[in-house]
């Protein structure tokens, strides 16, 4: 399938203009969420840190290995589906989706531990910063891996076009970008 696009326009950026409108905001709506918690840390600093020490940064570190990994492998599926190569640009489809899915398993993990401990929704300023950025990022990846899914779908089916392939990775990258601003705000810095 020939793509006729001339990628060097600004009005045709990979994944399209649509797409790179969503992650600008969505990027401002987590910039403006982190920003807050920030605020809100500087007017109660103990109970922060406190609160903060009880989240398992391995956990988060992990966490982002899986997504900078299944990043990387989302953008080798881009340029081996520029090679026309379908098998191997469906393989690293399925390798980032792999890496959302272990994710999700461990932040699933990481969840139940919160709330065995009593540290839900509700807890204090600083778990309900936790859970609301975490779990809008949660849904993000969910949404990702519906995307990927479609692709492969597509991808099977030769219905798909290169920019369908790009507007999901422009999405899946978004998601790790919001990650690497999460991490170490919430499980690092405060």
């Not at 990994?69 to 340029?79: L, P």
């Amino acid at each position: 399938m020939e793509n006729k696009v001339d990628y060097k326009s600004i009005y045709y950026p990979p994944g399209g203009m649509l797409m790179w409108i969503v992650v600008f905001l969505e990027l401002i709506t987590f910039g403006m969420s982190i920003i807050a918690l920030l605020m809100s840390s500087k007017n109660n600093p103990e109970q922060f840190h406190a609160s903060s020490l009880y989240l398992n940064a391995t956990y988060g570190a992990i966490n982002t290995v899986f997504l900078l990994v299944s990043g990387f492998f989302m953008a080798t599926a881009v340029r081996q589906f520029k090679k026309n190569n379908t098998e191997k640009s469906l393989r690293y489809i399925y390798l980032t989706m792999l890496g959302g899915i272990l994710f999700l398993v461990l932040k699933s993990i990481e969840y139940m531990h919160k709330i065995d401990l009593g540290f839900t929704l509700g807890y204090d300023t600083f778990f309900n910063f936790y859970w609301l950025l975490t779990g809008f990022h949660v849904i993000h990846i969910v949404v990702g891996l519906v995307i990927l899914l479609s692709l492969q779908y597509s991808i099977k089916k030769s219905t798909v076009m290169l920019e369908d392939i790009e507007a999901g990775a422009a999405f899946w990258h978004m998601c790790d970008l919001i990650w690497l601003l999460l991490f170490p705000v919430l499980y690092l810095v405060i």
